[in-house]
């Protein structure tokens, strides 16, 4: 089992930066991948970036590339997303998940909220 909490999550106005935290406990599986997700009202579920368990090969999703920025520590055992001029279109509950293939094990998701 693995257990994820993130953290950081608040309002913020639009074009300002935000940084989540997840905290990673639980088992340690070196073959699996920690990624971002969020989700905004009456939207789906949607990927943002992952790496590998010890923060290697980051990924974006294409049209979260350049102001999402996903990194590890393997000291802290967390991950982070840096999230840097943020829109309103931003604004979603942000969940950290981890999994080998499919994302088997989640956060409860932190809320971002971005204003005009």
């Known amino acids: 089992q693995v257990q994820l909490a993130e953290s950081g999550g608040g309002s913020v106005q639009a074009g300002g930066s935000l940084t989540l935290s997840c905290a990673v406990s639980?088992?340690?599986?070196?073959?699996?991948?920690l990624a971002w997700f969020r989700q905004a009202p009456t939207k789906e579920r949607e990927f943002i970036a992952s790496l590998s368990w010890r923060g290697f090969n980051p990924y974006y999703a294409d049209s979260m590339r350049g102001r999402f920025t996903i990194s590890r520590d393997n000291i802290k055992n967390a991950i982070y997303l840096q999230m840097d001029s943020l829109k309103p279109e931003d604004t979603a509950v942000y969940y950290c998940a981890a999994g080998g293939g499919e994302y088997e094990y989640w956060g409860r998701g932190t809320q971002v909220t971005v204003s005009s």
């Open positions: 639980g088992r340690t599986y070196s073959d699996y991948s």
